[in-house]
């Protein structure tokens, strides 16, 4: 729990509960062959359902409620780390629940939706790679242009 903390808008360190950014400090990835620590920072937002900072509230919560130490992951188990498989048959379980074909999705689903969507926002594809740990180009062959991400288009033009 200690990868996570909390801040003002200042970047001062506040307690949960008073926080408008949230700091999550990453370490080791299959992507990060020399181990060095990467925080990435993520703002509140309105949507109570994806709010980022909400969200971290939540694990920390979670996680004092399993007995989890401040040096233990904040996604773990009694057994150890929480695995790529678990989260991949999570998603497979969550996309059947929703009528959907569940061998199309997988872990690298999140990725692949959190690349789209910043796309589609508007979001600078340095600041897309930075954030999603992208070592190549790779991620702009997988995101989808929405009609959300077209809206201006044609007013740029002109």
Not at 31 to 59: M, T, Y
Not at 118 to 141: M, P, Q, T, Y
Request: hydrophobic share 40%; with cysteine.
């Amino acid at each position: 729990m200690s990868a996570i903390r909390f801040f003002d808008k200042n970047e001062r360190q506040v307690p949960p509960k008073r926080a408008d950014i949230v700091g999550i400090t990453l370490s080791g990835a299959k992507n990060n062959q020399f181990g060095r620590q990467e925080i990435r920072f993520h703002h509140k937002s309105a949507d109570k359902l994806i709010c980022p900072v909400r969200g971290a509230r939540w694990v920390l919560k979670g996680a004092a409620f399993f007995g989890r130490w401040p040096d233990d992951p904040a996604l773990s188990t009694h057994a150890g780390g929480i695995t790529s498989e678990s989260i991949s048959v999570t998603i497979k379980a969550a996309a059947a629940q929703c009528g959907l074909d569940p061998g199309r999705f997988s872990t690298h689903s999140v990725r692949i939706g959190g690349a789209t969507s910043l796309l589609n926002s508007g979001a600078d594809r340095l600041v897309i790679k930075l954030l999603g740990r992208w070592l190549s180009n790779a991620f702009e062959d997988y995101p989808v242009l929405s009609a959300k991400g077209s809206a201006n288009l044609a007013r740029q033009m002109c």
